[in-house]
């Protein structure tokens, strides 16, 4: 292996014994996750198992009780001095948030702004890009996930399927280093889930480093390089898909499987 | 029971008659025509001494006047109503303890009582109004209190912190109604909290928030009146001015009460258009205006 391959070994994303509870709830009991650049990794498992909530610690938008993660190289969240942690400053939080790409389950676009200014407004908000600048790479973007004729059309006048697609778009207009995907099919109904595994599979076709939490299992076998099972707050069993959704070793991940095929 | 017809046959629909409701219009009717005549018949209302006050240099600035003091109360209460429902909301226990108290105390107690005391009280208790430096002697700038709290340093501060304090609860219902994925989704692009209120939340909350602000500055217009008492000249002001010295009372109240209809009626379209231009984005957007449905309905008339 030449050189270049032993940088690569740094993961894009490390966690480390993360906890996390919600009062008395605990939801993460202990994950230990590596995902290296370029790598898709497809998150299953029972609702209440953990795994949205594993999703949003990665962005710090759950902050985690015990443990560690870190995002290309950075801890997410604090600064490390020796064995203490200091909390960040809400300004670096967002700094960082900014290289991470998220799409949630339902969409959440700004119902009002244009699909175009839904695109534009954190590339001018947050990186300072030249307004026309922002819209000409928000024109496109919408354009490469097939939505360039409703630049300007609001929200509310698109399908469940074309607003998830302008979420992606929203979120690849930071440039992100990594796509996090929390369920982004589950909110919409059957006939347009095509259109947005369409997007999202180009997307890691493209080399983009996705975290993506599904039930489409059709999907996380084609498309994704490892899925990982998790029930209970843990990490129950992970391996290829061709392992895990075909010849799963442990009961829990049979019985889920047998339940939802 | 079922009665055969021919296949094909058409029906006749007849809709329910509501006789009890041509019953209640008849009975309405007569008490408004009633009530019409006992006005027509008094003789307390000298119309052509209405029309001849309606127009009045004095009767006109008082109109001037309250409505700059309504606009520039609504100003102040909404600049005060999205600091403090921002407070209100904070994690910091003393700004929202502050907040809670101010909205407590203002709508707790009458408007007409703050103006009494602001106008009164104040200037009672407080020789004079001084800028300094706080619990030392250092002082920038001084005036006696009675020469700053002139009646109009009054009306504002009355009216525009009542109104703060109602319209903070309003803001605040307009941030909680705005769907917590938006604040997520602004932090997930790297938005700091003051951009994700400035551009996100706020916008939404707007939406809510319209609607009671058009009826709140509706509502200021008439609570403006209550100025009077601190001899500010608006309208009623003005009009009781006029009626206290040739006794023409019923009359130049009528002529008051006719430009407040006005100033209402005229505030309440434009709260229509102001509405509709925050609804970008909805179904509701959509609507058509009242004049569309007046010349709609027009149209449909002739044909």
Known sequence: MSMPALQTMRPMVRAEGVHKRFGRLEVLRGIDLEVQPREVMMLIGPSGSGKSTFLRCINHLEQINAGRIWVDGELVGYRQVGTTLYELHERELAQRRAEIGMVFQRFNLFPHMTALQNVMEAPILVKRVPRNEA???????????????????????????????????????????????????????????GEVLAVMRQLAHDGMTMIVVTHEMQFAREVGDRVVFMDGGVVVEQGPPEEVLANPKHERTRSFLARIL | MAVDVEPGATFTVVPVRRYGQIVLALVVALLVAWLAAAGASSHFVNP???????????????????????????????????????????????????????????????????????????????????????????????????????????????????????????????????????????????????????????????????????????????????????????????????????????????????????????????????????????????RETPWQAALRNLMKLRR
């Open chain 2, 48 to 286: 052509a001494v209405v029309g001849q006050y309606l127009l009045n240099p004095l009767i006109l600035g008082g109109l001037a006047n309250t409505i700059f003091v309504s606009i520039a109360a609504m100003v102040i209460g909404i600049v005060l109503g999205v600091v403090f429902a921002v407070m209100k909301m904070s994690s910091n226990t003393v700004l929202a303890a502050v907040s809670g108290f101010y909205i407590w105390f203002f709508r707790g107690t009458p408007v007409l009582v703050q103006l009494i005391f602001w106008f009164n009280g104040v200037p009672a208790v407080f020789h004079d109004l001084s800028l300094g430096i706080p619990f030392t002697h250092v002082i920038f700038f001084s005036m006696p209190m009675v020469a700053f709290m002139t009646p109009l340093a009054a009306s504002l501060l009355g009216l525009g912190l009542n109104e703060g304090a109602y319209m903070a609860e309003i803001v605040r219902g307009g941030i909680l109604a705005v769907d917590e994925g938006q604040v997520e989704a602004a932090q997930a692009l790297g938005m700091v909290s003051a951009q994700t209120m400035r551009r996100i939340v706020l916008p939404q909350a707007m939406r809510v928030i319209i609607p009671p602000i058009g009826n709140e500055f509706i509502s200021m217009l008439k609570t403006s009146s209550l100025a009077s008492v601190v001899t500010f000249g608006e309208l009623l002001r003005r009009a009781s001015d006029i009626y206290s010295s040739n006794l023409f009372v019923v009359e130049l109240l009528v002529v008051a009460s006719l430009w407040y209809l006005l100033l209402t009626t005229v505030a309440s379209i434009g709260q229509y258009y102001v509405e509709k231009r925050f609804a970008r984005g909805t179904a509701r957007a959509e």
């Open chain 1, 135 to 193: 819209a000409e790479r928000a024109r496109r973007l919408l354009e490469r996930v097939g939505l360039a004729e409703k630049a300007d059309v609001y929200p509310a006048q698109l399908s469940g399927g074309q607003q998830q697609r302008v979420a992606i778009a929203r979120a690849l207009a930071m440039e992100p280093k990594l796509m996090l995907f929390d369920e982004p099919t589950s909110a919409l109904d059957p006939e347009l889930v």
